[in-house]
C-alpha cells in the first residue's frame, strides 16, 4: 500500500531558511564501546540511518485543522507519508516523531511546530 502524501491544502517550504526554524540532524548509526586497553571501538549499528527534521510552517485555522485530519485519521498519528526533501526537493518520506505544536500569530494565523523523521 502507498503512503498517503502531504495534504496539497497544507503549506509547503519553498527554501528552508531560518524563518522556516528548518533544522535536520542525521543519527550517527554507531555504537561505541570502550575496551580494557587501547582505543574505543567504533562500528555501524546500521546501515540505514533516520535524520530528524525540524520545521516551522505559518498556517491559516482551516489549514491546520487540515493538518489535524492529516494527522489524526490519515496517518493515525503512526503512519509515513510522502513530501519532499527539502534539500534536494525529491521526493521522501516522512513520520512524525511527536504530535505537532501550534503557536498563535495574529487573528486566523498559527506557527505550527513539526517534528519529523526522514526514513532512509
Sequence with gaps: MANPNWPTTLPDIQYPGASSGYHRTADSGIIRTKMDAGPVKMRRRFTAVREKVDLQIDMTSSQLADLKTFYRNTLSKVLPFDWIDHY????????????????????DMWKVGLSLELMP
Excluded: D
Design 88 to 107: 534536494t526537493r525529491g521526493p521522501a518520506t516522512y513520520r512524525f516523531v511527536s504530535p505537532y505544536t501550534v503557536t498563535p500569530l495574529a487573528t
